[in-house]
């Protein structure tokens, strides 16, 4: 089978007789469905290194290589359930990719479908290697941005631990982090259903420009009030009238470093600004003290900050 013909059938955009030979050519033999899945390995790390070569055969080494370097910055698990044929032999059930991105990064990548996604420090998204019909699940953990590809008959789900996000094409935020009582989904573009996993409420449709947050137990759908706050996708974090204490507990996610807030003073103290996260959290901090009066400590391998 022809690299490209598997590429193309990655990426979703073969034709009907370049899907049939797939499907004849993995019926052949047990082998060919283990090429397959080392090809998709190779067809996934093209894509999370963004290089639009990728998909030339004679550069596959040359990503496999390159590979190295992202694994450093993203942890890329690809949970190879396998591939296999239903009973008529037609459909194929995909793999499922893992991507997590730590502390202190973030990253960009597209799905099969040409999707394509942000995603924040601290967040992981698991979706199938090929979207296979019906509609198109992905599982969230932390906060993405989705510009999504519009397929009429295909639905676009974000399952999270507390809603289900159903569209067809659109652009909006989701942050949903595990653990956190705190739950929003910002409309940019489009439309999406967002309904409660336990089903306890009626489904919300938001209009562009709105959004819907779940805080204290309360769902409330507004206008989106700064769309600065959606630009860490820029590398930039933005804060307005936000309490100290919840800033540095962003700055955390941001710059990868734990921050211990000592200064009791600071605990009713609101600030507003906007910072380049290249910048780096030492420049941010000295900022911010010319309106609060603090003082910052690290400790012996500079793997904490101490506000005080």
Known sequence: MKKETLYRYFEGIASREEEEAVYRWLDVSPANEEELLREREFFDAMILVGNEEGHKLKQVHFFVREMLKVVAIVAITLACGGYYHLADKKELLSAMNTITVPMGQRMNLKLPDGTSVWLNACSEIVYPAIFSGGK?????????????????????????????????????????????????????????????????????????????????????????????????????????????????????????????????????????????????????????????????????????????
């Not at 989701?174 to 956190?180: D, I, L, R, T, W």
């Not at 690290?298 to 005080?308: L, V």
């Open 136 to 308: 198109r699940e992905i599982r969230l953990t932390g906060e993405a941005y989705f510009e999504v590809t519009r397929q009429e008959k295909n639905p676009f789900v974000v399952r999270t631990e507390r809603c289900e996000i159903e569209v067809l094409g659109t652009k909006f935020n989701v942050e949903a982090y595990s653990g956190s009582d705190d739950f929003s989904v910002a409309l940019m573009e489009g439309a999406v259903k967002v309904s409660d996993s336990d089903h306890l409420s009626s489904p919300v449709l938001l209009k562009p420009d709105q959004e819907i947050r779940l805080k204290d137990g309360q769902w409330k759908v507004s206008a989106v009030s700064d769309y600065d706050h959606f630009r860490w996708r820029e590398g930039l974090v933005c804060f307005k009238d936000v309490a100290f204490y919840e800033l540095m507990a962003r700055f955390e996610k941001c710059y990868g470093i734990q921050i211990i807030v000592e200064n009791k003073h600071l605990k009713d103290y609101a600030c507003s600004g906007k910072f380049r996260i290249s910048d780096g959290v030492d420049n941010a901090l000295r900022i911010l003290q010319r309106n609060a009066k603090y003082t910052i400590e690290r400790n012996e391998d500079n793997s904490i900050i101490y506000i005080k």
